[in-house]
T-cell receptor, first 116, second 116 residues
Framework: EPEVTQTPSHQVTQMGQEVILRCVPI?????FYWYRQILGQKVEFLVS????????KSEIFDDQFSVERPDGSNFTLKIRSTKLEDSAMYFC??????????????FGPGTRLTVL | AQSVTQPDIHITVSEGASLELRCNYS??????LFWYVQSPGQGLQLLLK??????LVQGIKGFEAEFKRSQSSFNLRKPSVHWSDAAEYFC??????????????FGAGTRLAVHP
């Protein structure tokens, strides 16, 4: 069964450093998402991406964050200068389409980011 | 603004007992509703979803949920809980954009413990 994969599973970084979280969405999916979950809190939407551009972003997704689809398979989230409060589990998701029948979002296992 | 409320932070049930997890949503149009389960250290797995039609939806692992528009609720139920059901359960609403949905808004989650 196709699945969303994410690497690394755990990333530890120093405050102020740049990190790139990587995701490989399901191959025929067109919409890609990043969510985050701070420990003990709810899952929060960060950004959605379609046709090589951001379709929607939340207030959390400030100038420190960027997303990219550098090739036909990867989808990345970059945090330019990490802060302590960026420590969280980051989930990637993908969906075949945003509307219609096939619009379930499939989630990856997550990357746990720890900022020291 | 769209929001999801899960009133119960923690629930403990005995194995074999029935279960109902509550979810209330605030949304201006017909909602797309979801229940996800998250086991410790794992990603999010979709249990079931409601888009339209029959208000009682069946999911995986013996779960079902009922959409009640008049109460703005989408409660999750299972007639007989198994020890392996211990996990965190998230209700989510899909925020529609252009006929489909583009992001998920999650509730705070309900942590389920199962006593033998």
């Amino acid at each position: 069964e196709p699945e969303v994969t994410q690497t690394p599973s755990h990333q530890v970084t120093q405050m102020g450093q740049e990190v790139i979280l990587r995701c490989v969405p399901i191959s025929n999916h067109l919409y890609f998402y990043w969510y985050r979950q701070i420990l003990g809190q709810k899952v929060e939407f960060l950004v959605s991406f379609y046709n090589n551009e951001i379709s929607e972003k939340s207030e959390i997704f400030d100038d420190q964050f960027s997303v990219e689809r550098p090739d036909g398979s990867n989808f990345t989230l970059k945090i330019r200068s990490t802060k302590l409060e960026d420590s969280a589990m980051y989930f990637c998701a993908s969906s075949e389409a945003a509307g219609g029948t096939y619009n379930e979002q499939f989630f990856g296992p997550g990357t746990r980011l720890t900022v020291l | 603004a769209q929001s999801v409320t899960q009133p119960d932070i923690h629930i403990t049930v005995s194995e074999g007992a029935s279960l109902e997890l509550r979810c209330n949503y605030s949304y201006g149009a017909t909602p797309y509703l979801f229940w996800y389960v998250q086991s410790p250290g794992q990603g999010l797995q979709l249990l079931l979803k409601y888009f339209s039609g029959d208000t009682l939806v069946q999911g995986i692992k013996g779960f079902e949920a009922e959409f009640k528009r008049s109460q703005s609720s989408f409660n999750l139920r299972k007639p007989s809980v198994h020890w392996s059901d211990a996990a965190e359960y998230f209700c989510a609403v899909g925020a529609a954009r252009g006929g489909g949905y583009n992001k998920l808004i999650f509730g705070a989650g309900t942590r389920l413990a199962v006593h033998p």
